[in-house]
């Protein structure tokens, strides 16, 4: 089945399968879910950002017509957090507040606007304490601590390893590139704000409707933070109307409202204002970078060593993941014989940072991007050629032990150098104009689920009847990208039926089995995976069933476009029901489940969990600019992306998603922040966002996206559904830098840092004018006191992917802090 | 300290064609009758504050962010949401376009664009490129990168001018 290369399903354009619901507007949203009897919730959230409640009086909110209920830290005594190491959230704060929107107490009253004028009537006493803005006054000021947790001080994370000895390939180097780049933070900023809707059920259970991309991970973390039994919860993920990471942690919201919905034996609902997304924001950390890349004078790499500080914001969250992920996918583009990476993750005053889009590896992705088209221009190379020179090796091994499958970053590359015309181009442009060039790769899904467990990642179970209705049932989520289409394709490709035919039951805990959520881009590959399983096992017992009646063999019987029929005779046939009922009749009730876990990783040393993955996308961008040299505008006219996508399922879907990540990315390289700025002293020096809106958080808008021209390298991955990897989150990455490298052909200058605005654009060509180095960037990275790394022999170098000093492990994934 | 909610207006809007006995709080936008009052959630908001369009509807004919609208002032117009746009079970040939060329991802803001889309073609059947970007240029989408949404209108409207 998964070497077949003749498709009736896979790799046509069609609509997908809940096309018709989303343009009806019948695609039933968090908010969109009206319950009869239900009331409204609001949060209170704390002006200040870090600060004792010295006390609360909710007297007079309780006193309000119309008020049900007011909730208060003191009704949430359980610490709750996603990851398991980091429980270190209260639904509602009840003695301190880490950052200007922190939730101190809750309204339900029978409307959302009496429910937000109660909120008001609130009493909060608050005393303030010192704050951090930034992780360099973090790193300075040990005390006070914003966490008993944590490494020391105000440092949540300190991660360092070592593969191969760095400082002697970089001595022994014909040249040692050493830069410091900065990646502002940014947010997802989904159309669809956070909503969620609680409510009891006949049998006193829970019901959550949310906003959620891992409804299994809330269940479990929603259980615990209520005490509950997770068999008397149930978690169901509506379709997101936009996830890109933001609705991959348990928020508070989906806490309070489920207590207030017990208490009150009445639905509740919340949505968030578009305010508190900004400020709940768990998007992309502000990371600063510094790269050493030592290189022979031919154009190979010797060894990278890659050192990142994380403003990681109030809280952990998923931060421990993102901490190793802006270092571990380094290795997975380009050969790297020997490689060090150092990381380092500080609490501050403002909104929690999490996973966005690439969690964690876009920064660092831009770093070295940038400085290997320093690289090439140093050693007279084209930036292209010498790429292609030191790409990675199919079915190889990195320096740090991730395994590569197959890898189409070279053809990837060749593809975009030959649409964009690059060679035509490339330093050959009019002043003012310029072309860029950038590659990227990303996971298939964390090869580990975030906490510890042997079971399947993803399970599916598909229902069949005697009506011929097929019903796959997934914990998957639909977050937009198109994981219930790509999951009725795999069932209808195998079973040779219609895929508008089959039903999908997704997102819900009590309902469908497991799947880890929609985060990590997992779900083609390991939902597709767990769906191919279930679907065979039931072509088989319908084959066998078929085979009988037709008097032959199980394997002679083929099935298509909704037939059953036999292989050397197909004008032998009968319809997909008819055999179906054959079927049932031999076996009884039809039913099948599949199950997918992740190959082992070779790895063996602490720390090895996080990178494995079954398969690794790849990406290559070219991006035009012109740059306005009077007011520093930088227009992007056009881009070519070309992705190794391993085959596409649908590739009316992987088009969007190519051209909806070139967009994001866009955003991020040019314009999106999510910054802050102090208030005065008398108030706290609160730390308040700049642009909490949709205004004021510029995004690019229909006239300022520029054409993209997208191309598809197809070479499918045995490891893979019929061979497709992933494309929601690769295609974003090679966009920032391509940018930047875009705009230092064009007029001569190096913006070391994202966004790359007007402003940077006339600095650094202000400095070029006066003779001085034609550069805006971070100009040093500070004294991070990262610990000895754990040191791991490349497997080139005689290693066995156990660490050289620390004691053997018998295998790394069961330490491994999180994926 | 502010008085208990301001009684209600009681009166009847026309919304897809069908007049509608509708009681609500004056104070009420049109994105909230029509999802909270009425039951028609097709229309979304992203921010209440006229920023991403996700809210947009056509009243008489004009493409409205309904989150900026009071409600009681449509009284007597012609309102459209997206729940009228197909004819029965027969989709609008942009709905059916946004759904065959993905020019609907995650479909949250795809309701305000549609309805944007279709005041563009009543006006200009053929327009150019240049025109449907000026004309969805206040409607945010985070997922597509908006070209397969241009893709989407050009052969809606393609479609519409062969059909007549």
Not at chain 1, 260 to 282: D, Q, S
Not at chain 1, 522 to 540: C, F, K, P, S, Y
Request: glycine share 10%; aromatic share 6%; net charge neutral.
């Amino acid at each position: 089945m998964r070497t077949r290369t003749r498709f009736n399903v896979i790799g046509k354009p069609r609509r997908r399968v809940d096309g018709r619901a989303k343009v009806t507007g019948l695609t039933r949203f968090a908010d969109d879910v009206m319950l009869p009897r239900m009331v409204h919730c609001k949060l209170l959230r704390s002006p200040h950002p870090h600060a004792i409640v010295e006390s609360i009086d909710v007297s007079r909110a309780q006193a309000r017509p119309g008020v049900h209920l007011v909730l208060t830290g003191k009704d949430f005594p359980i610490t709750f957090g996603i990851l398991p190491v980091t429980q270190d959230e209260y639904a509602l704060a009840p003695e301190r507040v880490r950052y200007v929107g922190d939730p101190v107490a809750a309204v339900v009253a029978r409307d959302e606007q009496t429910a937000f004028e109660a909120l008001d009537l609130i009493e909060v006493k608050y005393r303030s304490l010192k704050t951090i803005s930034d992780p360099v006054e973090a790193l300075a000021t040990p005390e006070p601590r914003l966490h008993e947790y944590g490494e020391q001080g105000n440092i949540h994370r300190l991660q360092a390893f070592e593969f191969g000895n760095v400082e002697e390939a970089l001595e022994e180097s014909d040249h040692v590139f050493e830069d410091v780049f900065f990646y502002q933070g940014n947010t997802h900023a989904p159309i669809e704000q956070h909503a969620s809707v609680a409510a009891v059920d006949g049998e006193g259970k829970l019901t959550l409707w949310s906003s959620t991309q891992v409804p299994h991970y809330i269940h479990r973390a929603l259980a615990k933070a209520l005490q509950l039994p997770a068999a008397h919860v149930r978690v169901i993920a509506c379709p997101n109307g936009g996830g890109f990471g933001g609705k991959c942690d348990l928020h508070n919201h989906e806490i309070v409202v489920s207590k207030a919905a017990l208490m009150l034996g009445r639905p509740v609902k919340i949505c968030l204002t578009r305010e508190e997304v900004f400020y709940m924001h768990r998007g992309r950390h502000p990371v600063l970078m510094k790269m050493r890349t030592g290189v022979t004078k031919d154009g190979r790499i010797t060894c990278m060593h890659t050192q990142t500080l994380l403003d990681g914001g109030a809280y952990g969250g998923y931060g421990t993941a993102s901490t190793f992920y802006t270092g571990v996918l380094q290795t997975v583009t380009y050969e790297i014989p020997r490689y060090k990476f150092d990381a380092c993750r500080v609490f501050t005053n403002k909104p929690p940072c999490g996973p966005k889009r690439g969690h964690g590896t876009p920064q660092p992705r831009f770093g070295q991007e940038v400085q290997l088209d320093k690289i090439a221009e140093k050693l007279g190379l084209d930036p292209a050629e010498f790429r292609l020179g030191i790409v990675a090796k199919p079915n190889s091994l990195t320096a740090n032990w991730l395994k590569i499958g197959s890898i189409g970053l070279a053809e990837c590359i060749r593809k975009v150098v030959a649409s964009s015309n690059w060679a035509d181009k490339f330093r050959k442009l009019p002043e003012g104009r310029g072309v860029g060039l950038a590659c990227g790769a990303y996971l298939c899904g964390a090869g580990l689920p975030i906490y510890w467990n042997k079971m399947p990642q993803s399970g599916v179970q598909l229902l069949l009847d005697r009506s011929g209705q097929v019903t796959v049932f997934c914990g998957s989520t639909e977050i937009g990208q198109g994981s219930d289409d790509v999951l009725a394709a795999i069932v209808a490709e195998v079973l040779g039926i219609d895929p508008y035919d089959v039903r999908c039951v997704t997102g819900d805990t009590a309902l469908t089995p497991v799947d880890l959520g929609s985060y990590s881009s997992r779900v083609t590959v390991m939902t597709g995976n767990a769906a191919i399983q279930a679907a065979e096992r039931l072509r088989d017992l319908i084959a066998q069933a078929a085979a009988g009646y037709m008097e032959t063999l199980p394997e002679r019987i083929g099935f298509a476009n909704g037939r059953v029929f036999l292989l050397d005779d197909p004008g032998k046939l009968m319809t997909f029901r008819e055999a179906i009922v054959l079927a049932e009749e031999k076996f009884g009730t039809l039913g099948a489940v599949g199950s997918y876990s992740p190959p082992r990783a070779p790895g063996r040393y602490k720390g090895a969990g996080v990178g494995p993955s079954p398969a690794y996308s790849y990406t290559a961008c070219v991006v035009e600019t012109e740059v306005d040299r009077k007011t520093g505008w930088i227009n992007v006219s056009k881009v070519w992306i070309a992705h190794d996508i391993g085959r596409a399922i649908n590739p009316v879907n992987v088009r969007g998603q190519i051209e909806g990540s070139v967009y994001m990315g866009l955003g991020e390289a040019l314009m999106e922040e999510q910054v802050f700025r102090r208030l005065p002293p008398k108030l706290s020096n609160a730390l308040v966002h700049k642009i909490p809106s949709l205004l004021e958080y510029k995004t690019l808008t229909s006239l300022d996206m520029p054409e993209v021209f997208t191309e598809l390298v197809e070479d499918p991955d045995p490891n893979c559904p019929f061979g497709a990897k992933e494309v929601g989150q690769g295609p974003l990455l090679p966009v920032m830098p391509a940018v930047a490298n875009a705009v230092y052909d064009a007029i001569g200058v190096r913006i070391d840092e994202v966004p790359i605005t007007p402003d940077k654009v006339l600095a650094a060509l202000e400095k070029k004018a006066k003779g001085e180095n034609p550069r805006v960037g971070p100009e040093r990275f500070p004294d991070v006191p990262y610990p000895k790394p754990i040191q791991v022999l490349p497997p080139w170098e005689g290693g066995d992917g156990n660490a050289i000093n620390a004691p053997r492990r018998k295998s790394a994934t069961e330490k491994a802090t999180s994926p | 300290m502010k008085t208990a909610a301001p009684t209600n207006v009681h009166l009847s809007l026309r919304v897809n064609g069908e007049a509608q006995e509708v009681s609500f709080a004056p104070y009420k936008t049109l994105l909230e009758v029509l999802r909270e009052d009425m039951n028609l959630t097709g229309t979304k908001h992203g921010c209440e504050l006229g920023e991403c369009g996700a809210c947009a509807v056509l009243v008489d004919g004009v493409p409205v962010l309904s989150c900026l609208a009071i409600a009681r002032d449509c009284e007597g117009q012609e309102i459209e949401t997206v729940e009228g746009l197909a004819s029965g079970a027969k989709l609008h040939p942009l709905q059916a376009a946004f759904a065959d060329l993905g020019g609907a991802q995650c479909g949250y803001c795809t309701p305000g664009i549609l309805m944007t889309a279709k005041a563009l073609l009543e006006e200009d059947p053929n327009p150019s490129r240049e025109r449907i970007k000026e004309a969805i240029s206040g409607n945010l989408c985070r997922c597509t990168g908006y070209q397969q949404i241009y893709e989407s209108i050009e052969e809606a409207a393609r479609r519409m001018r062969e059909t007549g």
